[in-house]
């Protein structure tokens, strides 16, 4: 099929492409994207080839992958505390799992690009009238009128911009001193450290910090050494808008071969996952690890032909499937898929999102989540694992480290009364700081239990 054809950063023009917007304008559409076409890539290829690195790991059950943050990053959300707050939360998360689990924790952040919204539908109701639905602050915004949910292309070279500050901050943080072993302590918010889970959290760091003292009356350096004051911290998003895409895709001047340089890792979404789709042909050229989301619908056929078309050559790292099932499909539903992948002989990361199978409407009207739900599917997804003799490599999930209430549950035992409290997710709903470690904990236990 399509995986034999030539392909070129532009080739997926000819496929049909789901949850595009209806830009208004085609001339300032052009006149964005050859901006963003002339601007520095974000990242470099070397870094993805890294990452791919990693994730062959995860693929062969030596790692474990935590891909978290944002549902959608805001322009007006944006701030040095937020992007340090939701880094010290995937931090404290990640060690939480390295030193329960015993093997490392790849990390990647739904970070520094994670602008673009598929839709269920493309208006919402609002009175009497049907506005364009908000798709993400990379193409409109959210205000309910129809001059705010006007695709506006200026918001691409905008995405673009925050983009690269956001990196820019994440690689002085994560280089730079803040995610260094030794201030274990320092990454804990004051609103967590109360809790249970932070007290939790409090004496895995003491644990650690005992463990430093004793390498270091050994002899053993633990100050200049970089496994120890560094961290990789990944970016990725969905890779919804092509156009965008595919203006910040380049070619590798070492290996000849092209990257989409928006981001280490992309995704193709459930909505967009076509075979014979524009988001498919996309992905299927570039070098970057890629991702897919794989719903309750999917059958062995179709995760097969997927694996071939956008993996062909078998390069273990380079596809990881994203289980997003719902709490009660996901062991009966995975099984047959993990068998299928499995015979076929194609290395995958397993990862699994529990948020997307899990959203409802609350007697409120908020859209939320609990979190026994996002715990169960988990469960379910670890379970499967175990049945098939394959690797649970990771978790797939929207977070901020924010005292927010958008999810419900949690060991604070958040209701629906509660949601209006701190509700300001753009889109879905994330899970809070405590909400975030206590899962931490609860998926150790049961990856610890698996090993
Ligand atoms: O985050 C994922 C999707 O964009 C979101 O769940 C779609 O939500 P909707 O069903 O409200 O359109
Ligand atoms: C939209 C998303 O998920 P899905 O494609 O699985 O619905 C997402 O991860 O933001």
Excluded at 314 to 337: C, F, N, S, V
Excluded at 428 to 442: E, I, T, Y
Aim: with cysteine.
């Amino acid at each position: 099929m399509s995986s034999r054809e030539p392909w070129s950063p532009s080739s997926w023009q000819e496929r049909r492409a789901g949850q595009q917007p209806h830009w208004p304008d085609t001339g300032a559409l052009e006149g964005s994207l050859k901006t963003i076409a002339e601007m520095p890539p974000l990242i470099f290829a070397e870094e993805c080839r890294s990452l791919q690195t990693h994730l062959g790991q995860v693929a062969a059950g030596n790692a474990f992958l935590l891909q978290a943050g944002d549902c959608a990053e805001s322009f007006e959300e944006f701030s040095a505390d937020n992007i340090r707050e939701k880094l010290r939360v995937i931090l404290q998360m990640a060690i939480i799992l390295t030193y329960s689990v015993g093997v490392p924790t790849v990390k990647v952040g739904r970070m520094a690009g994670q602008f673009a919204k598929p839709r269920s539908s493309d208006f919402e109701k609002v009175g009497d009238l049907e506005i364009p639905s908000f798709r993400g602050h990379i193409v409109n915004d959210p205000t309910t009128t129809e001059a705010a949910r006007m695709p506006d292309p200026e918001r691409l070279v905008q995405a673009y911009n925050q983009s690269a500050s956001t990196l820019n901050l994440l690689r002085a943080f994560t280089k730079g001193g803040f995610a260094d072993l030794s201030r274990v302590h320092a990454w804990t918010q004051e609103f967590v450290a109360a809790s249970p889970q932070g007290q939790r959290y409090e004496q895995l760091a003491s644990e650690i910090e005992r463990a430093l003292s004793f390498m270091r009356a050994c002899g053993i350096e633990t100050e200049q050494n970089a496994s120890l004051s560094e961290v990789d911290v990944f970016t990725s998003h969905e890779a919804l808008i092509l156009g965008y895409e595919e203006a910040l895709t380049r070619k590798d001047s070492l290996t000849g071969e092209w990257y989409d340089c928006s981001a280490h890792m992309l995704w193709i979404g459930e909505r967009t996952r076509e075979l014979d789709g524009a988001h498919v042909e996309f992905l299927r050229g570039v070098g970057n690890p890629i991702g897919c989301k794989v719903g309750p619908t999917t059958t062995a056929e179709y995760l097969i032909e997927l694996c071939e078309t956008l993996n062909p050559s078998r390069i273990p790292g380079r596809l990881t499937l994203i289980t997003r099932m719902g709490a009660d499909k996901i062991e009966d539903g995975l099984r047959p898929l993990l068998r299928a992948v499995t015979d076929s002989g194609h290395p995958v990361v397993w990862a699994c999102d529990p948020m997307h199978g899990n959203t409802f409407t609350a007697p409120s009207g908020r859209k939320t989540r609990h979190f026994d739900d996002v715990l169960r599917e988990i469960g379910g997804f670890v379970r499967a694992h175990r049945a098939e003799g394959t690797w649970p490599g990771g978790i797939h999930v929207e977070l901020t480290g924010d005292d927010v209430t958008e999810c419900l549950g949690g060991s604070e035992e958040l209701d629906d009364t509660q949601l209006d409290d701190r509700y300001q997710t753009i889109c879905d709903p994330r899970l809070n700081g405590r909400q975030s470690v206590d899962l931490a904990f609860r998926v150790a236990e049961l990856i610890r239990d698996f090993t």
